[in-house]
């Protein structure tokens, strides 16, 4: 059976930061493609970050230079460093998983078939 537990999220202030980590029991983790999502209150959830199985990244402009998503196949742990975070970063955010490589569509929830739970982020102004 797929897991993906988030940890990690927390309350900082803007211009803070949080490193979240996604562990995978997943038995040929370097094989899937990874994704990070979020979700904030009354929206619907987007894609934030995603990684390849060949370590490609791809970013949202929002998050672009402040985010970075690294994987650690070793330890079949996905992670997402934040910096200079800001209140519009508040949100619920989702590890997501999905076999071999995405060719596109790799910031597209829909492309993911094995969630976590979640974990919440609150940045206060």
């Known amino acids: 059976q797929v897991q993906l537990v988030e940890s990690g999220g927390g309350s900082v202030q803007a211009g803070g930061s949080l490193r979240l980590s996604c562990a995978a029991s997943?038995?040929?983790?370097?094989?899937?493609?990874m994704g990070w999502f979020r979700q904030a209150p009354g929206k619907e959830r987007e894609g934030v970050a995603a990684i390849s199985t060949g370590y490609i990244t791809t970013y949202a402009d929002s998050v672009k230079g402040r985010f970075t998503i690294s994987r650690d196949n070793a330890k079949n742990t996905l992670y997402l460093q934040m910096n200079s975070l800001k209140p519009e970063d508040t949100a619920i955010y989702y590890c997501a998983a999905v076999s071999g490589w995405l060719r596109s569509r790799r910031l597209d929830e829909h492309a993911y078939n094995y969630w976590g739970r979640g974990t919440q982020v609150t940045v206060s102004s």
């Open positions: 997943l038995y040929t983790y370097s094989t899937y493609s």
